[in-house]
């Protein structure tokens, strides 16, 4: 036995790794209480003024707002949507499943970019009141945080044993009432988990954003960026404390529910 | 169990689904494909019905557009090279900790860093490698060392994409890694292999489809990376996304910058078939 | 009364030969069937086509006399205990137990008392509020099958109940499941691999092999009996001689083995007809005095098994007898010893070879 499991060239590189990776967001915290009056480090004194200034203006107000409520709908759907789809997935064996598996996940790997001018232009062509309205953004959406639901609750049921559905089928439930008392029960922490990736996927897009968002709905992505190009004061690092607040918290939550070891009910006293 | 299922609707279940991805992302993407093959039509946003070659043959024989395709392609090269150095390391380490708070510590870490607001992050990243008031040059004048320009050039824009990218790539070793059997390496180690033979020898040969994975998921990101060129590189420097965003919001070049969203796809496209017939053959000579 | 009836019931998933071929049996109210067979032979295809989880390819399946084969298996009537228990792991074992019940809409008082009755009839009084996993294997066993007779099933599915226990718990659980089922009566299939379980169990038995029904009867018709040559060998130890019948002298026939000698044999099969002559290791003697079969033999290979000695004892060169005694004291012949070993004819079986 080795007293320490990795050498050492990697525990340095690991090392630079995890700094590259976490000094920005470390940085920007800091830069989020900076008494001064434009980006600085170290910063000149603590102080709360750019967290309340990003609080009451119009970043926050509108498009943290937007953001979130636009995260809300898609994630909404695509659960539902992407809880259906994973189940079928897991279920069937038919030909083409594969195929169909492969394109229901590759908004994974496809650019972001070229997706959102592809819907613009085809918002553009069908006129449909698709075009510039919430209800297009919000199909990119979905269309983007589908596969993390699919994959995620795919991954869980793979993993349920299905004679728990089938005990509750021969004890007299229909189908849909199995899968309500029983399948979904104990798959919920994948569903939540899934729920959770497709609410911090939206809530972070920004490549499909870029094209479909308009001045009266942009996301917070996309107005951060906007903001940062035009004119650089330390609001957007304290809207960063609040994204980085957010997106800790939920994955926190996803890996806990897609960690635990087994399917262990809760014990009761 | 498929007669059962199908009496039970199953099938139905993928409707939905399915409905969206024909009607959100097949459809459009023909559209896009269609638009990139119109002539060119300056403020037109529409399907036109005659077909024509000019925005690719405008795209390869101007050296301005191919070059930045060249620059994005050598920019993606880089940042798999550097996730790969970078990367493995660190997976290794979470996938090997016998201690499953750090494990779990380590994976919200990287999680987290993989989610967060892109343009906080870079923001994050001017702060630290800013080429005047920057964290490390900083340091580097109080040692009385000469400033390094690090950002708002390719450099930049590669620290940028690799800060972007690294925890896909790291996620998807640790898949593998996480299950791949230690005894393998233990049983080498007992026939006499070094701890860095063993680890060339069996770990890395064993990991390999994932670093391939991962190294798709990674070029493909950057290729059609938009925020971290604009925001770490210059305008002596530009990316095939940079100029796409600049055609159609910019310029109303639509057709053009459909025909750049083509080959951007293409390349995207590319990239996963290559992997995936490596990983097939990989996979063919192992057994 | 016939409670279960398979008439002509197949199964094939996609290409290859069928999971299960054209299946017919039936099953008596109140009876313990087993199914039996290697693993893969479709035991649990068949049960699970009972069940209402697999859709037949072809044939009827009838409970009651009611044609079910069409039947989703919420409207069966069937209760199936799994390999695993299937224990809902978000309900207590008491909602576990009420579950069915509250389908059926029953109020709370008349559920509360029924899980309790059920509970006292699998011993586990005092368990209701316990979650699934603070239950020993035993105590999920016990609680799925209190699920499942808290709805008076007309039939009782158990695939390999037994087999995720220990040895101790096993044979424990094997002596009160026979008793639970005698009490209340209940029509039960059971699937196992454990010939051992399938014959201390069961009314009647069905062996399978290969999807296919190779023959349905008490256990000790198929043990004495058995109908093909997979039974013979499947079923306990036996020596198996490919053989030609030669003629019969009364209740007796002649029948001459592969290496030339010749045995006696019950007359079940017609002269001229190929055969394998089974023999049981226990009816093999050595000595064998009175025995009609008897035959020079040299001893290869003595194994100690406590209760009793097994051998094996070399006929000729292409001839192998395995034997058995109880172990009782008395001399044992010693390796490479010359003996006479023998049997009585009557103790052979005759088994005709399949056309
Ligand atoms: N859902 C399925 N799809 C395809 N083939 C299946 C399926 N279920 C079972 N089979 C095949 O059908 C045959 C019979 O399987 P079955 O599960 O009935 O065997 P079994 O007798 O219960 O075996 P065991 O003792 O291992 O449980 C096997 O060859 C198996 O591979
Ligand atoms: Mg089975």
């Given at each position: 036995m ?8 990697f ?5 630079v ?15 989020a209480?900076?008494e001064?009056?434009?980006l600085q480090?170290p ?21 943290f ?15 539902v949507?992407?809880t ?20 229901m996940l590759a ?6 970019m ?11 062509a ?7 309205t ?6 990119a959406h979905?269309?983007v ?15 349920f044993d ?18 309500f008392?029983v399948t979904?029960?104990v798959?919920?922490q994948g ?16 490549d ?9 709905m942009r996301?917070?992505?996309v107005?951060?960026?906007d903001s940062i ?13 609040f ?8 994955m ?18 | 169990?498929?007669?059962t ?17 024909f ?11 269609v638009i990139g ?7 037109l946003l529409?399907v036109?019905p ?11 024989t ?6 930045s ?14 996730d790969v ?11 090997r900790t ?8 380590l ?5 987290a860093?993989?989610?967060?607001d892109?343009?906080i ?10 080429n ?11 040692l009385?060392?000469?400033k ?8 930049g ?8 990218t ?7 070793l640790i ?9 393998y ?18 770990t890395?040969?064993l990991?390999?489809?994932?670093v391939?994975s ?20 210059s ?9 796409l965003?600049?055609?159609v919001s910019e310029?109303?070049f639509?057709?053009f910058?459909s ?11 590319g990239?996963?078939?290559v992997?995936f ?6 996979a063919?000579?192992?057994? | 009364?016939?409670?279960v009836?398979l ?12 999971a299960v ?6 099953v008596e109210?109140g009876e ?20 209402g989880?697999v ?7 009838r409970l ?7 039947l ?7 209760g ?9 792991p ?16 029953h109020d709370?008082?008349?559920i ?12 586990l ?5 316990r ?6 294997g035993?105590?999920?066993q016990?609680?799925?099958?209190a ?19 220990d040895?101790?718990l096993?044979?424990e ?10 009490e ?9 691999h ?14 399978m092999?290969?999807g296919v ?9 198929i ?8 039974v013979?060998?499947f079923i ?5 001689f490919?053989?030609?019948v ?5 209740a007796?026939?002649?029948v001459a083995l ?9 007359a ?26 008897r ?6 290979e ?6 009793h ?12 007898v ?8 008395g001399?044992?012949?010693s390796?490479g010893?010359?003996?006479t ?12 070879d399949a056309?």
């Amino acid at each position: 036995m080795e007293t320490s499991e990795s050498p050492f060239v990697f525990k340095a590189i690991a090392a630079v790794a995890l700094l590259l990776l976490l000094a920005p967001t470390v940085v920007t915290v800091v830069a989020a209480f900076n008494e001064g009056n434009y980006l600085q480090f170290p910063p000149q004194g603590l102080s709360l003024r750019w967290i309340e200034a990003f609080l009451t203006g119009p970043l926050f107000r509108e498009s943290f707002t937007f953001s979130f409520r636009l995260a809300f709908c898609a994630t909404l759907i695509s659960t539902v949507l992407g809880t259906a789809a994973a189940l079928a997935l897991v279920r069937l064996r038919f030909r083409g499943r594969e195929v169909l598996r492969a394109v229901m996940l590759a908004p994974i790997v496809l650019p972001g970019m070229v997706l959102g001018l592809a819907l613009l232009s085809f918002y553009a062509a069908i006129q449909m009141g698709l075009f510039r309205t919430f209800s297009g953004l919000l199909l990119a959406h979905v269309l983007v945080t589908l596969p993390f639901v699919i994959a995620t609750v795919g991954a869980a049921l793979a993993r349920f044993d299905r004679s728990l559905e089938e005990a509750a089928r021969s004890l007299g439930a229909g189908p849909v009432r199995a899968f309500f008392d029983v399948t979904m029960r104990v798959t919920a922490q994948g569903i939540l988990a899934g729920a959770t990736f497709a609410f911090i996927v939206s809530f972070g897009q920004f490549d499909i954003s870029l094209f479909l968002a308009t001045s009266e709905m942009r996301p917070l992505p996309v107005a951060l960026y906007d903001s940062i190009r035009y004119r650089t004061d330390p609001t957007i690092a304290a809207a960063g404390v609040f994204a980085i607040s957010t997106v800790f918290l939920s994955m926190t939550l996803v890996h806990v529910l897609t960690n635990r070891k087994g399917k262990r009910a809760a014990p009761k006293g | 169990m498929a007669a059962t299922t199908s009496r039970d609707g199953t099938y139905l279940l993928l409707v939905p689904a399915a409905a969206m991805f024909f009607l959100f992302m097949i459809l459009p993407l023909l559209v896009l494909f269609v638009i990139g093959f119109n002539p060119p039509e300056r403020g037109l946003l529409a399907v036109q019905p005659q077909l024509s070659l000019e925005n690719l043959v405008r795209f390869f024989t101007n050296p301005l557009f191919y070059g930045s395709l060249l620059t994005s392609l050598q920019l993606s090269a880089i940042t798999v090279v550097f996730d790969v150095l970078l990367g493995f390391p660190l997976a290794y380490i979470m996938a090997r900790t016998s201690s499953p708070r750090v494990f779990t510590g380590l994976s919200i870490l990287v999680l987290a860093s993989m989610q967060l607001d892109m343009t906080i992050r870079l923001y994050g990243m001017i702060v630290i490698f800013g080429n005047n008031n920057g964290l490390i040059n900083q340091l580097l004048v109080s040692l009385g060392l000469p400033k390094l320009q690090l950002i708002y050039n390719r450099t930049g824009i590669a620290l940028g994409l690799v800060q972007a990218t690294l925890p896909f790539m790291v996620f998807s070793l640790i898949s593998i890694l996480r299950n791949l059997d230690r005894s393998y390496e233990q049983a080498a180690r007992s026939l006499g292999a070094s701890r860095w033979r063993a680890f060339f020898d069996i770990t890395l040969p064993l990991a390999t489809p994932a670093v391939i994975s991962g190294a798709v998921i990674v070029f493909s990101l950057s290729i059609s990376s938009y925020i971290v060129p604009i925001l770490l590189g210059s305008s002596r420097v530009s990316t095939i996304s940079m100029h796409l965003y600049q055609q159609v919001s910019e310029m109303g070049f639509w057709q053009f910058g459909s025909a750049l969203g083509l080959i951007m796809l293409a390349v995207s496209l590319g990239a996963i078939l290559v992997s995936f017939s490596l990983s097939q053959r990989y996979a063919g000579s192992r057994f | 009364m016939r409670q279960v009836e398979l008439i002509g019931v197949a199964k094939s998933y996609g290409e290859g030969p069928p999971a299960v071929a054209r299946s017919d049996f039936s099953v008596e109210k109140g009876e313990f069937f087993s199914l039996l067979g290697p693993s893969g032979c479709g035991k649990s295809t068949t049960l699970r086509m009972i069940a209402g989880f697999v859709a037949p390819s072809s044939g009827t399946i009838r409970l009651g006399g009611e044609d079910v084969t069409a039947l989703p298996p919420e409207r069966r009537a069937i209760g199936i205990v799994f390999q695993n228990y299937a224990i809902f792991p978000h309900m207590t074992v008491a909602q576990n137990i009420g579950y069915g019940l509250k389908l059926r809409k029953h109020d709370k008082a008349t559920i509360a008392a029924a899980v309790g009755r059920a509970l006292e009839q699998v011993g586990l009084v005092g368990y209701e509020n316990r979650s699934p996993s603070q239950l020993s294997g035993g105590e999920q066993q016990r609680v799925a099958l209190a699920r499942v007779i808290v709805l008076e099933p007309r039939l009782l599915l158990l695939d390999e109940p037994l087999s995720a226990l220990d040895k101790r718990l096993r044979d424990e659980m094997r002596v009160w499941l026979k008793r639970l089922q005698h009490e209340l009566g209940i029509t039960t299939i059971y699937v196992t691999h454990d010939q051992d379980e399938a014959l201390s169990l069961s009314d009647r038995i069905a062996v399978m092999s290969k999807g296919v029904v190779q023959q349905i009867g008490t256990p000790a018709e198929i043990y004495e009996r058995p109908a093909t040559r997979f039974v013979a060998d499947f079923i306990g130890e036996s020596n198996l001689f490919s053989c030609r019948v030669e003629g019969a002298t009364g209740a007796l026939a002649t029948v001459a083995l592969d290496d030339g000698s010749k045995a006696l044999a019950p007359a079940t099969e017609a002269a001229g007809r190929r055969a394998t002559l089974m023999v049981r290791p226990e009816h093999v003697l050595i000595g064998a005095a009175d025995a009609a079969n008897r035959y020079p033999a040299t001893i290869e290979e003595i194994a100690y098994h406590g209760a009793h000695l097994r051998f094996t004892a070399r006929l000729s060169p292409s001839l192998i007898v395995r034997g058995e005694r109880v172990n009782v004291g008395g001399g044992m012949p010693s390796l490479g010893e010359r003996v006479t070993i023998g049997w009585q004819p009557e103790s052979g079986v005759l088994i005709p070879d399949a056309p």
